[in-house]
């Protein structure tokens, strides 16, 4: 890999939120707690609820706390660095915690991406005690969980050049998800992550996570980025026939094929930024759900199950009808046969969707 790539590499966790949306700022939104801790209403009973999107802090001791001992000394750990808490790996600034944006007192911090301290964030982002009293005071029975920070990015760990210590890295996060779900009686399920990087090691933390009885994998829409062959490489065969074969989800969280912060005007502030960003970052879905369309991927592991995580619903019919138009239009055999559905057999027999904020799509969408 030449200099100029690993450098690239290195950098992809400090960018993986943007430094600004730690800074000191924003506005905190007051909430009353009261009226939205009264657990899960009546007419709901015995229905349990369960949150598709959620996200859990990787808490300070994660790694060392479980580090064999050649590691003990290698391992991630927090530093407060002007007045943030950051991730690093030796010197190696692998970026902050992440997006801990609820206060101690339950109110809600507007404007940024997080506190810049964890000392500051509810403890229910990190732990399970108070997670798990914050899910029973809103009647959530159970939540699937994501990471918030970029200390296992892949492109990161790529750059340290040590792959031993890099796989290591990801099985210490994958461990501490499944004595998670355990301390929280199979209520918190964090999606496993994998050394991408390595298909040996891949392919084996892949069967051991599901052996151990974690629910699903995160993947980044287009490892190409990062020096991994893309999905329509044999490099995934295995994998991919894992994930069929024993129904476990691979998803792409808030994931677009596409950068749209390369999409804004300059001279944008933080804030006006990443409010078109994550606009965009949902729409952006469309290239996401339309590269597995017609790749023939989903016709040679058809029980693959693929979840577009943190990214709406009101986008997906006109996405999966321009894509109808679209396989008339340029695809009218099928690619030679290897396409053997229409998109919408390959929506409904493939894909699901998260949504949190709409009103519009939840109306006129679910069936």
Same mark, same amino acid.
């Given at each position: 890999?030449?200099?100029?790539?690993?450098?690239?590499l290195a950098s992809d966790a400090r960018k993986y939120w943007s430094a600004e949306g730690y800074t000191r700022g924003g506005v905190i939104r007051e909430?009353?707690?009261?009226?939205?801790?009264?657990?899960?209403?009546?007419?709901?009973?015995? =229905? /349990?609820?369960?949150?598709?999107?959620?996200?859990?802090?990787?808490?300070?001791?994660?790694?060392?706390?479980?580090?064999?001992?050649?590691?003990?000394?290698?391992?991630?750990?927090?530093?407060?660095?002007?007045?943030?808490?950051?991730?690093?790996?030796?010197?190696?600034?692998?970026?902050?915690?992440?997006?801990?944006? =609820?206060? /101690?007192?339950?109110?809600?911090?507007? *404007?940024?991406?997080?506190?810049?301290?964890?000392?500051?964030?509810?403890?229910? *982002?990190?732990?399970?005690?108070?997670?798990?009293?914050?899910?029973?005071?809103?009647?959530?029975?159970?939540?699937?969980?994501?990471?918030?920070?970029?200390?296992?990015?892949?492109?990161?760990?790529?750059?340290?050049?040590?792959?031993?210590?890099?796989?290591?890295?990801?099985k210490m996060y994958n461990d501490a998800a499944v004595e998670r779900q355990r301390v929280s009686g199979n209520r918190l399920f964090t999606m496993a992550?994998?050394?991408?990087?390595?298909?040996?090691?891949?392919?084996?933390?892949?069967?051991?996570? =599901?052996?151990?009885?974690?629910? *699903?994998?995160? +993947?980044?829409?287009?490892?190409?980025?990062?020096?991994?062959?893309?999905?329509?490489?044999?490099?995934?065969?295995?994998?991919?026939?894992?994930?069929?074969?024993?129904?476990?989800?691979?998803?792409?969280?808030?994931?677009?094929?596409?950068?749209?912060?390369?999409?804004?005007?300059?001279?944008?502030?933080?804030?006006?930024?990443?409010?078109?960003?994550?606009?965009?970052?949902?729409?952006?879905?469309?290239?996401?759900?339309?590269?597995?369309?017609?790749?023939?991927? +989903?016709? /040679?592991?058809?029980? +693959?199950?693929?979840?577009?995580?943190?990214?709406?619903?009101?986008?997906?019919?006109?996405?999966?009808?321009?894509?109808?138009?679209?396989?008339?239009?340029?695809?009218?055999?099928?690619?030679?046969?290897?396409?053997?559905?229409?998109?919408?057999?390959?929506?409904?027999?493939?894909?699901?969707?998260?949504?949190?904020?709409?009103?519009?799509?939840? /109306?006129?969408?679910?069936?």
């Amino acid at each position: 890999m030449a200099d100029n790539d690993t450098k690239d590499l290195a950098s992809d966790a400090r960018k993986y939120w943007s430094a600004e949306g730690y800074t000191r700022g924003g506005v905190i939104r007051e909430v009353d707690y009261a009226t939205q801790s009264g657990g899960l209403a009546e007419d709901l009973a015995g =229905i /349990k609820i369960v949150d598709t999107d959620t996200h859990l802090t990787e808490a300070p001791d994660l790694f060392t706390s479980q580090a064999p001992a050649k590691f003990k000394d290698r391992v991630p750990v927090v530093r407060r660095v002007n007045d943030v808490d950051r991730w690093f790996v030796g010197d190696r600034d692998f970026g902050s915690m992440g997006g801990n944006v =609820i206060s /101690k007192d339950n109110n809600k911090l507007l *404007g940024r991406l997080a506190f810049p301290t964890l000392d500051e964030a509810h403890p229910g *982002g990190h732990e399970v005690k108070p997670r798990l009293q914050a899910m029973d005071d809103m009647g959530v029975y159970a939540q699937i969980c994501y990471h918030n920070s970029g200390v296992t990015q892949a492109g990161s760990l790529m750059s340290l050049g040590d792959n031993e210590l890099a796989v290591e890295i990801i099985k210490m996060y994958n461990d501490a998800a499944v004595e998670r779900q355990r301390v929280s009686g199979n209520r918190l399920f964090t999606m496993a992550h994998l050394p991408l990087w390595d298909k040996a090691a891949l392919d084996r933390e892949a069967r051991r996570c =599901i052996d151990m009885g974690l629910k *699903g994998f995160v +993947l980044p829409d287009t490892p190409e980025r990062v020096g991994v062959p893309s999905y329509m490489h044999s490099y995934w065969d295995d994998f991919l026939d894992l994930c069929s074969s024993t129904g476990t989800p691979i998803n792409f969280h808030l994931n677009a094929a596409m950068d749209p912060t390369t999409l804004t005007w300059e001279g944008f502030a933080f804030e006006q930024t990443l409010s078109v960003v994550a606009t965009m970052f949902s729409i952006g879905n469309v290239a996401t759900l339309g590269n597995w369309m017609v790749s023939g991927r +989903l016709d /040679k592991h058809p029980g +693959l199950k693929i979840g577009l995580i943190e990214s709406g619903m009101g986008w997906i019919p006109f996405a999966v009808e321009a894509l109808e138009h679209q396989f008339q239009e340029m695809l009218p055999n099928r690619a030679g046969g290897v396409l053997q559905k229409t998109p919408w057999e390959y929506f409904h027999d493939h894909f699901f969707g998260t949504f949190w904020f709409e009103t519009i799509g939840p /109306k006129l969408l679910l069936e």
